[in-house]
């Protein structure tokens, strides 16, 4: 086996090499690396709820009266009247029927497959979030994968009733949109279950016939995370803290607590940081202007694209990507941003297939629009150099 030495150093001449950019944060979107302000086009806290003054003092208060660490697991003596709360609070925001806060997305999505013991077929898009990809890996799960986008190759891969459909509502490397009305469709016909991560949607997919107070991807198509057998939303995103969230019914909810062992067997998030998250919600629940903002963001965005010929996708989500399909070029690219004080990200293999490099911008409620039209004059020298 070749040494770390050996296989860093091709890692490196391949273009693959990662590197953590040291920051220090003012905001969500104006930050300081090493000593120089940028602006930040590269953060998932779309609603800027993580600087948010009253979250902190929320934190605050919670930390002083019953410290900063849980101490234990849920099931020892880490699961908080807080914890219980939140829980609680969610299924109302929702009209779901149960929940359970976990740690995190990445443990959350672990959880929801560790509670099967007996074969079960997963079904999911081969561009899925890596949670997705190696929870599908526990214990006698076999994974079926079909082509990005593709739902007519779902049905070939259902064999048997309560096949798991695992999908994810906005993808986190393209900003495409499932469409989960489909996959609805498919769990009826099919008797499949139908899992749904919505990280990226959780309160911030654009509203429609959704009556929940905070909104969900679901709601793009008139849909309720009720109608799937499991919703999954993550707090480090939107909601601007950390940690995460399964709705489901009762006795999805309790199988967790019985063998979800990413849940059993980890220290749960502290009380302090689920009473900042409870103010988050209870916030974006009845104050809508950070939304409205993120949304006039993403279509002054996509409108100043359409205009200028940019190719990125047009949706209506924060995520939006260029695909440069070459790790050096994408580093060079970053590079240039850089240069004019700003930070978007390059996402390279084997975060996306190889040759699907690409940069990563993301909007968020705090970028005003002198950063935007910054943004987009640097993103159109790039594009235009890229094609002479
Ligand atoms: C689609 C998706 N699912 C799950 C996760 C994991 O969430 P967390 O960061 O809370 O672990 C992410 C995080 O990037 C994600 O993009």
């Avoid at 739902?151 to 469409?179: C, P, R, W, Y």
């Avoid at 297939?353 to 968020?364: A, G, Q, S, V």
């Amino acid at each position: 086996m070749a040494t770390f030495k050996d296989q860093l150093k091709l890692i490196k001449s391949e273009g693959y090499l990662r590197e953590r950019d040291r920051i220090s944060l003012t905001s969500s979107s104006h930050i300081k690396i090493q000593d120089r302000l940028v602006t930040s086009f590269s953060s998932n806290d779309y609603l800027g709820m993580s600087t948010n003054k009253d979250i902190i003092s929320a934190l605050k208060k919670s930390a002083s009266e019953y410290g900063i660490g849980s101490g234990s697991s849920p099931l020892i003596s880490g699961y908080t009247e807080s914890h219980h709360y939140l829980e609680k609070e969610i299924c109302e925001y929702l009209n779901t029927e149960s929940c359970i806060i976990v740690n995190s997305g990445y443990m959350a999505n672990l959880c929801l497959l560790s509670i099967f013991d007996k074969e079960v077929n997963v079904i999911q898009d081969k561009e899925s979030h890596n949670s997705i990809v190696e929870s599908s890996k526990l214990n006698k799960i076999k994974i079926h994968r079909y082509p990005h986008l593709d739902d007519s190759q779902i049905i070939k891969h259902i064999s048997k009733d309560n096949d798991i459909l695992f999908s994810e509502a906005v993808f986190s490397m393209t900003g495409d949109i499932t469409d989960l009305k489909n996959h609805l469709t498919i769990k009826k016909k099919f008797k499949t279950k139908l899992y749904i991560d919505d990280a990226h949607g959780f309160a911030v997919a654009e509203k429609s016939g959704d009556n929940t107070s905070i909104e969900t991807s679901c709601g793009i198509f008139g849909m309720k995370p009720s109608d799937a057998d499991a919703y999954m939303g993550t707090f480090g995103k939107a909601v601007g803290t950390i940690g995460a969230f399964i709705c489901g019914n009762k006795d999805l909810v309790e199988m967790i607590v019985q063998k979800g062992r990413p849940y059993i067997y980890s220290t749960s998030l502290p009380r302090c940081m689920i009473d900042a998250t409870r103010k988050s919600l209870n916030i974006l629940a009845v104050d809508k202007s950070r939304y409205i903002k993120l949304h006039e963001n993403i279509t002054y965005f996509n409108n100043s694209c359409k205009r200028k010929k940019i190719p990125v996708n047009l949706n209506q989500v924060p995520i939006k990507t260029v695909l440069l399909g070459n790790p050096h070029l994408t580093l060079k690219v970053k590079e240039t941003f850089l240069k004019e004080n700003i930070l978007i990200q390059a996402i390279r293999y084997p975060t996306v297939p190889k040759n699907n490099d690409k940069i990563r911008i993301t909007l968020t409620a705090t970028h005003t629009k002198k950063d935007i039209d910054n943004l987009l004059n640097t993103l159109e020298n790039v594009i235009c150099e890229k094609h002479t």
